[in-house]
């Protein structure tokens, strides 16, 4: 196994500005996203209490069958 040592590795200004801002984004968003996940949890958890059906979330715009004919194809 292959040690690698960053030891003096040194961040430029604009870096260092990057890493300071996704760090307080990071400190920022982490509650509001789990009041959302917790939000949306209870939600599903109520409907499944009540009976409901889960929203259908893909559905067949257009469905074939078979092997279109060269007819078919050139709009004959």
């Not at 958890?45 to 889960?54: V, Y």
């Amino acid at each position: 196994m292959r040690t690698v040592s960053f030891q003096g590795t040194q961040l430029t200004p604009g870096q260092k500005a990057r890493l300071q801002q996704q760090q307080h984004l990071k400190s920022f968003m982490n509650p509001v996203l789990a009041e959302q996940v917790e939000t949306t949890l209870a939600v599903i958890e109520l409907r499944k209490e009540q009976g409901a059906k889960p929203d259908q979330i893909w559905f067949f715009d257009y469905e074939s069958h078979g092997t279109v004919s060269m007819a078919e194809f050139m709009g004959y």
